[in-house]
């Protein structure tokens, strides 16, 4: 597509549910990198994909987060028992290979744990 | 380790005004250096970029030069619009890796007419 798309562009889910986020990177990008922006806070690493390669699930910050990406595209992060703390926005980015020219980011999912 | 630094907002200004927004890095060996703006709404979009020390990256009037003796990319734009009006984000890629990126905490800029 033209752009990274999110969806849904905004969640509320009840604390101790599961929740899906989708990504849909750019046509033709070969890396996708999943953040998040909490309020008032800069963006945090969650998880890296390139390629046919192992993820780099570094950031990721409990055992309750997970990503995949199947075919090389469209790519999920699930968040499991969600909690009040889980709440923010959700940004995914795609890019050519490695980064280092910089990402296109999504618009966001913005996710409001009650 | 990586990290960005950024000045705190938000930052206030008047239509027509000289903007700096000051970013100073650590990072390991010579990283790439961005800023992101976002717009009220949307999505981060990529500002400019510089790949190596003394590069000068520029767009739509801003500019910041990658500075290595002061570890410094500070966002410069001599007049600035209400249109300016956006959260600018200072990032790096570490040269060790330049899967992760590691953005500051954003400095929010209001142009007032």
């Known amino acids: 597509g033209a752009g990274v798309s999110q969806s849904p562009s905004n969640k509320v889910t009840e604390k101790g549910k599961d929740v899906e986020l989708r990504c849909d990177p750019i046509s033709g990008h070969t890396a996708l990198y999943w953040y998040r922006q909490s309020l008032g806070q800069g963006l945090e690493f969650l998880i890296y994909f390139q390629g046919n390669s192992a993820p780099d699930k570094s950031g990721l910050p409990s055992d309750r987060f997970s990503a995949e990406r199947t075919g090389g595209s469209v790519s999920t992060l699930t968040i499991q028992r969600t909690q009040q703390e889980d709440s923010a926005v959700y940004l995914c980015?795609?890019?050519?290979?490695?980064?280092?020219?910089?990402?296109?980011f999504g618009s966001g999912t913005r996710l409001t744990v009650v | 380790g990586n990290s960005v630094t950024q000045m705190e907002g938000p930052v206030t200004l008047s239509e027509e005004a000289f903007l700096t927004i000051n970013c100073t890095y650590t990072?390991?060996?010579?990283?790439?250096l961005f800023w992101y703006v976002q717009y009220p709404g949307e999505g981060l979009q990529l500002l400019l970029k510089a790949t190596k020390a003394d590069d000068k990256g520029s767009n739509k009037g801003f500019e910041a030069t990658y500075r290595k003796e002061t570890t410094s990319f500070h966002l410069e734009k001599g007049s600035v619009q209400v249109s300016d009006s956006a959260v600018y984000f200072c990032?790096?890629?570490?040269?060790?890796?330049?899967?992760?990126?590691?953005f500051g905490s954003g400095t929010k800029l209001n142009v007032k007419p």
């Open positions: 990032a790096l890629s570490g040269h060790d890796n330049f899967n992760k990126f590691y």
């Open positions: 980015a795609s890019s050519m290979r490695q980064g280092q020219r910089g990402y296109t």
């Open positions: 990072a390991t060996g010579y990283p790439s």
